[in-house]
């Protein structure tokens, strides 16, 4: 009972923060639409802005845990790359609260989020350097620096996020993506055959 309620009070912060924002949710309209005390509320977090942060929390981990299970099922290093490509795309346009943090700004909602944020490059920046060091052992990508490697295609990744998730239509993000994966994958120049 305990964790249904739980999950019903955050199930409805993480659909009002998204439509209403940090500033203009409140908690007691949290606890009417979940259709709990407020002093229920108050046996699980200490203020709005714990609620915001686990919400945070909890939207990083689906989307990791979803995007982790897409590379997952492919078979080879390039396969892999692309899978974790398209699935975070797929998932973060539902990370509703992300996406807003984004668009508002890390920093200027509260200081932690901007460390709960930097733990979801984080863990997509492992995801990618485990696919390209596995290419690399396999002799399918040559990089000099995995490490580096995979700090910069998260970071171009993440360049592009609020703008296509926001702006583009699916279609048109999967264009991008292939078009960004063929770059990624061949290059620019071409080369000339021997």
């Not at 009972?1 to 203009?24: H, N, V």
């Not at 990089?143 to 239509?169: M, R």
Request: neutral net charge; contains cysteine.
């Amino acid at each position: 009972m305990k964790q249904e309620k739980l999950e019903s009070i955050l199930d409805t912060a993480k659909k009002m923060f998204a439509r209403y924002g940090l500033q203009k949710t409140t908690l007691d309209e949290v606890a009417r639409m979940a259709r709990v005390a407020k002093a229920t509320l108050y046996n699980y977090f200490e203020n709005k802005d714990e609620v915001y942060l686990e919400v945070l929390r909890r939207e990083i981990a689906d989307v990791i845990k979803q995007v982790s299970l897409s590379v997952e099922q492919a078979a080879s290093p390039v396969d892999k790359l692309r899978a974790f490509v398209q699935a975070k795309f797929r998932y973060m346009k539902y990370a509703s609260n992300l996406l807003n943090l984004d668009r508002e700004g890390v920093d200027k909602l509260l200081p932690k989020t901007a460390e709960i944020h930097d733990s979801l490059f984080k863990k997509e920046a492992e995801i990618i350097h485990c696919i390209l060091d596995r290419g690399v052992n396999e002799g399918v990508f040559r990089i000099k620096d995995v490490f580096l490697t995979a700090q910069a295609i998260g970071y171009a990744l993440k360049g592009f996020e609020l703008n296509w998730l926001v702006q583009e239509s699916e279609e048109k993000i999967e264009q991008y993506l292939d078009e960004l994966m063929s770059i990624l994958f061949y290059g620019l120049i071409h080369r000339k055959r021997s």
